[in-house]
């Protein structure tokens, strides 16, 4: 049942709609199958499963809406949840930003599913698991890490005929593995579409390798230092970028893409802008080969590849529907990101080149290399200021070699600095869902050392 | 439910709030109807119990839950959206083959209830065969049926929505004629209806309510905008909290006006709207060495992750070394009685007893009885938190009793209890802590909080920053935050105000574990004295 086939979903909202007596009504259906395995010193810890689906109605009656949602797929339980939404959209006050549902859409195909990760089980779980437990025991190491998979589907149904429907699979693995004296720590992160690509034993290897190496970290003193950031140092600082990229936010004078300008008839955003270094291409592409997702938002409109920045310019900011019509602006839609392993995250592609990470170091005669960063806060909206830190693998890198271990260090640093600072841009790498180059930036402000292992 | 269900419920991202929210939407009716009684909860425990020993476990746990939520959105002039969910199912928790096994359903049929207790057992020796530590459990009272409920005067979810809605507007509009140009103002009600049995012989039935009305206003000046959340806080209390009582207020001459037992929303938005025009003025902080004034509605956030998280059993012991890490507060500190977390002026405690706090209950998730303890005792690091399969390894004869699941979907485990300071022993006001500065920085209020996965070095920023210049708050100035290490920042703790001025601050959506669950946890103290602490500037142009 959590997970429904084109028919069957279609036909479930067929029905849904069958007793809608609003003026107009648009529903979401979500189903979900997530396994999950977990383990911490060299042992399993929990491990479970959980199936849910989710049906969302919402009703309107002229500018008025309401929403209500099920799980429960009776056929009372459905004329109930959709009853509720149309109680709800009487007694709420008109919404002066209601748009009216949109008409049927056309849709790309894209190749978010795969067979090998719907046939993960709870023993399929339990071996990559142990892969990773039996190689840190062998090298006398401390492991804990965690494995999760999911299978999803989504589907949007309105009366003025729109239907939309994907299917979605997703695998991630991560490793922490320590030192037994815990003065050495790696980490290594995995997640695919298809379960056939993740190797839990050839990820764990790195993990058990930057533990070893990173024992006995040296104090550099805290400033500004070229850094090679690895794929997952750099993704939650892009999609934080990429969430703060609204046009409505910024025309309203509240985001890093706010026109500079409070004249009359001056730009109230950077549309257009050249912002970033002319290497910098970050888009979405529902066909991505490495990076899909679903060709619709969650309103059912098409999505389809977007270019956020191009060559270093602002080419594009999301907006809503509301929005759109308010400035006589295209209506930029994200897609649609359900439930599963990166829900409400978008997935952003940038474009890097071909160097590996190892070339990359080869090429720096002296630099920082950074395995990931942690615990991302915001300083500051305007600027996009961010503080966080290193964590389970910080390096010196002399002579295009990697010299010796170093203290983790805070940073405070804003993506639109390094974005302009970049030095060179690696091969991508998935990464949360996303493909991210590792890159390789200029004057990255570290402000203070952490005695954190 | 998910956060894009959330924010086409809410139909508002909200910027950085993030509220998971369990469960689904219902009318607004269905959340007054009364729950399966007890009678009916305690035979559906005893199918599950039955089913898991006669299966192998040799312990078992069920939680019947009924979770409510009910939120309001309110941007600038308009209401976004009315939000019922409800969300009703069992958990069922065994130890089989010395391993933990968990499985959950919404299917409450008995034979439904059976096979999620079969599967948990099914678990358990699935992951046997790689298990290398038996659970061991503390022993436990057996209680027998007792119940427990939140001491509330106004139930939330009975007050009228128009009231609701009319409040938050009326803040929303006191906000914007006095100088805000955007605020979105949410209320959120969570009411845990909580069945709990074992095979210990213990059944609690217990009724939890939390409420939290967060703000987030911003103005747009010449060059560049200001943000400013609200400074009320999230309690285990009703409706009441939100009367605002004169008697509840501690108003800092020259600065800001705090709030204890109860929150006065509209106030408090106007107070933002006249401060945000003067952060869009206000000079910007000189880095260096500065004595601190903490205020509660800031302090208790510092306390939550130098302090709560740190003394954590399990991230103590590696458990959570994947996803938030590990401590500096490792059991050799702890043996050596010795170890000096803070100077003698800091007694640290804990507890799920404080009234009106979120961690407030009568029974932990698994049917141990809520007490209060002592974790740092005249500056000495003395205990941590550590539920039944724990209490063995510090040499407790009992759990503590902070043992917690955000659902009836998602197994229980070692949460943070309320962690607070005790207030001085002299009935010091805050602005008697203030005048004893002449060089320092007075914050207020929780801003952006990072620390790193020891918890030794954190970076705390806050929402009103006043400078103290002989004793008196001078100017309002911006772009402060602080930098410390753990113990050396409790080790430079001098001075802090009494009783009267202690105060329960909170967080409604600690996140931990894999996959993340949320609980909500209080942290009490009262104004506080920090000497010489790193100041840096979070200014930059970009």
Known sequence: MAIMTREEAKALLTKVLSYSKAEACECNLDGEVNGNIRYARNTVSTSGELNDVNLTVQSSFGKKQGTASTNEFTDAAIEKVVRASEELARLAPDNPEFMPILGPQEYEKVNTHFQSTVDVDPSWRAEAADASIAASKANNLVSSGYLNDSETFAAVMNSKGLFAYNKMTNVSFTATIRTADGKGSGWVSRDFNDAKKMDTKEASAIAIQKSMDSVDGKAMEPGRYTVIMEPAATVQLLQNMFSAMNQRTADEGRSFLSGKSKEEGAPKNRLGEKMFDERVTIYTDPQSPDAPTHPFSGDGAAFRRTDWIKDGVVTTMPNSRYWAEKTGMPYVPTPYTGGGLFAGQTPINMDGGDESLEDMIKNTRRGVLVTRLWYIRQLDPQSLMYTGLTRDGTFYIENGEIKYPIKNFRFNESPIVMLNNIEALGKPQRINGCMIPPMKLRDFNFSSLSDAV | ?542
């Not at chain 2, 037992?261 to 106030?267: A, P, Q, R, W």
């Not at chain 2, 902080?285 to 500065?290: A, I, Q, R, W």
């Not at chain 2, 070095?457 to 309002?476: A, C, M, P, R, S």
Request: negative net charge; glycine residues 10%.
């Open chain 2, 1 to 542: 439910m998910d956060r894009r269900q959330f924010i086409k419920l809410t139909g508002v991202g909200l910027g950085g709030l993030m509220l998971p929210v369990i469960g689904n939407a219902v009318s607004a009716e269905a959340l007054l109807e009364p729950a399966a009684d007890v009678a009916m909860k305690k035979r559906m425990t005893n199918v599950a119990l039955n089913a898991a020993t006669s299966k192998g476990a040799t312990y078992a746990d069920v939680r019947i839950g009924r979770y409510l939520n009910q939120f309001i959105t309110a941007q600038e002039k308009r209401v976004d959206n009315v939000v019922n969910t409800e969300s009703y199912g069992i958990g069922v928790r065994v130890i089989a083959d010395g391993t933990w096994g968990f499985a959950s359903t919404s299917d409450m049929t008995d034979d439904g209830i059976a096979k999620a207790a079969e599967t948990a057992v099914a678990v358990a020796k699935a992951n046997a065969k790689f298990q290398t530590d038996p659970v061991q459990l503390a022993p436990v009272e057996s209680y027998g049926d007792v119940e427990w409920k939140t001491p509330i005067k106004k139930n939330a979810f009975e007050v009228p929505i128009k009231e609701k809605v009319d409040l938050l507007l009326e803040a929303n509009n006191a906000a914007l004629s006095n100088g805000a140009n955007f605020i979105t103002s949410v209320l959120f009600l969570v009411n845990e209806q909580k069945y709990f049995g074992s095979t210990e012989g213990t059944y609690t039935d217990q009724d939890v309510h939390r409420l939290w009305c967060p703000f987030f206003a911003t103005a747009v000046g010449e060059s560049g905008f200001k943000q400013r959340q609200g400074l009320g806080n999230p309690v285990g209390m009703g409706f009441e909290y939100l009367d605002g009582r004169e008697e509840d207020k501690i108003r800092v001459q020259g600065a800001n006006i705090g709030y204890g037992k109860s929150y006065d929303l509209v106030e408090d938005a106007t107070e933002a709207a006249k401060q945000l025009q003067v952060k869009l003025k206000a000079k910007s902080v000189e880095p260096g060495k500065y004595d601190l004034v903490l205020d509660p509605h800031h302090l208790m956030l510092t306390i939550h992750e130098s302090v709560g998280h740190p003394l954590e059993l399990d991230r103590v012991l590696g458990y959570e070394a994947n996803y938030a890490g590990t401590s500096f507060a490792t059991l050799d500190k702890w043996k050596s009685g010795t170890f000096e977390y803070g100077s003698d002026k800091v007694n640290l405690f804990a507890d799920k007893t404080q009234v009106g706090s979120l961690g407030y209950v009568g029974w932990d998730d698994e049917g141990v009885k809520t007490k209060e303890w002592d974790l740092v005792k005249d500056g000495i690091l003395v205990n941590y938190q550590a539920i039944r399969d724990q209490a063995h390894i510090i040499d407790e004869k009992e759990s503590h009793g902070c043992c917690y699941s955000q659902s009836w979907r998602d197994v229980q485990f070692q949460r943070m209890a309320n962690v607070s300071l005790r207030p001085g022993e002299e009935d010091k006001s805050a602005e008697d802590v203030i005048a004893g500065v002449e060089n320092g920085i007075y914050i207020v209020g929780r801003g952006s909080f990072s620390i790193d996965q020891q918890r030794y070095n954190f970076q705390f920023g806050g929402q009103l920053f006043y400078e103290i210049k002989d004793g008196k708050i001078v100017d309002q100035i911006e772009d402060v935050a602080y930098q410390s290490n753990t113990q050396e920042f409790w080790n430079s703790c001098t001075d802090l105000a009494g009783k009267s001025d202690y105060r329960i601050g909170g967080s409604f959506f600690d996140g931990k574990g894999q996959p993340p669950q949320v609980s909500a946890v209080s942290h009490g103290c009262p104004t506080t004295r920090f000497n010489n602490v790193n100041v840096i500037s979070t200014a930059r142009k970009v």
